[in-house]
């Protein structure tokens, strides 16, 4: 790995970055500065302080990636492209409204860019996790981010991420990417379990999850963006998807769903229990089948849970594999259930 440090004016950074020489690093976590941070990072850049940090370049494959100094290019490129004010003599003004001595200032001053040749881009994504591991820097999120960035599924939760961090920059707790994976989560599997736990499942299971699902979840919420509230995440997901979480159970959510679309509630849990089948026997405690006919009688989808317990009971029965004693588990035979199924 090769590592050289030169001083590099404002104006040939930007140059670089403007042309596409310098690009954003596939895991680098979301912008974090507000417009106010921004403009006094300009303002010290302008004092002749931008040597006190280092922008780090990592290079792999031919091509050069901002590994750290994210918010701090930006910044840059922003006033110098006039989306940025600064405060001159008590006037805000964009790079092109300032004087030309002050104009020249900025772009002749010098930046400390530090460029690593790395072998790989693991090497790079090394270097990014020590830079940002640090009280209140790297967060829980940004570095699982980092870890699984090239699943097309997290790809797609952090496209979410960033339309979310753009409506509450600069301060966002909880984090956009949780928030955005908790969402996805939740729609993709109807398991509505804890926040952090939803992230981590998430990225754990990206490779696994529905693809068309997802897509369909992203445009769904990019659309319904201004009804995200970050403080109240399961009645954001209500409002986005219009979907009600019913049970802590997923299947019996997904019956829901199902019976709600029209299809009848006795098939739609019976189907929902073949989707969490594992080999070739299903498993189900009686507790759990008087939940699934109360969440439909809640839902309105029927008017006596009673007797859709009972039918239910009735057609698992003709299904069992073990006899257990009244009240417990009932095991079936899953090409028995579906037989069942396909006589209703």
């Not at 004092?47 to 840059?76: F, K, Q």
């Not at 003004?93 to 881009?121: C, H, I, N, W, Y």
């Not at 960033?162 to 707790?173: G, L, M, T």
């Not at 039918?311 to 073990?322: E, P, S, Y």
Request: aromatic content about 8%; overall charge positive; hydrophobic content about 45%.
């Amino acid at each position: 790995m090769l590592v050289y440090t030169p001083l590099i004016t404002v104006e040939n950074f930007i140059r670089m970055v403007e042309r596409g020489e310098v690009e954003v690093a596939p895991f680098q976590r979301l912008l974090t500065w507000s417009d106010k941070e921004m403009a006094e990072y300009v303002k010290g850049v302008l004092e002749g302080l931008a040597p006190l940090s280092t922008i780090i370049v990592g290079r792999v494959g031919g091509r050069s990636y901002i590994v750290d100094g994210l918010n701090r290019t930006t910044a840059l490129s922003k006033f110098y492209r006039g989306e940025l004010t600064i405060s001159v003599e008590g006037r805000r003004m964009k790079f092109g409204e300032l004087p030309p001595d002050l104009r020249q200032r900025f772009l002749s001053a010098q930046l400390l860019v530090t460029f690593v040749e790395a072998d790989k881009e693991e090497d790079l994504r090394k270097i990014f996790t020590i830079v940002n591991k640090r009280p209140r820097q790297l967060t829980y999120a940004d570095w699982l981010y980092a870890q699984h960035y090239d699943k097309p599924a997290v790809q797609l939760a952090r496209r979410l991420a960033e339309a979310i961090a753009q409506r509450c920059r600069p301060k966002c707790r909880p984090h956009p990417f949780l928030v955005a994976t908790a969402l996805l989560y939740w729609y993709v599997t109807r398991n509505f379990v804890k926040e952090y736990r939803a992230m981590e499942n998430f990225v754990k299971e990206a490779d696994r999850l529905d693809m068309e699902r997802l897509r369909k979840a992203v445009e769904e919420a990019l659309a319904r963006i201004h009804q995200i509230d970050i403080k109240d995440l399961r009645g954001s997901f209500e409002r986005v998807f219009g979907i009600t979480q019913v049970s802590k159970r997923p299947w019996i959510n997904v019956a829901v769903e199902e019976a709600a679309r029209g299809k009848a509630p006795e098939r739609a849990i019976i189907e929902a229990l073949l989707g969490r089948c594992v080999g070739n026997m299903c498993s189900v405690y009686l507790m759990d089948l008087k939940e699934a006919a109360k969440a439909m009688a809640e839902a309105g989808l029927v008017a006596d849970p009673a007797r859709l317990l009972r039918r239910l009971k009735k057609a698992l029965d003709r299904c069992r594999r073990i006899k257990r004693p009244k009240g417990v588990r009932i095991d079936c035979d899953v090409e028995a259930l579906r037989r069942v199924l396909e006589e209703l």
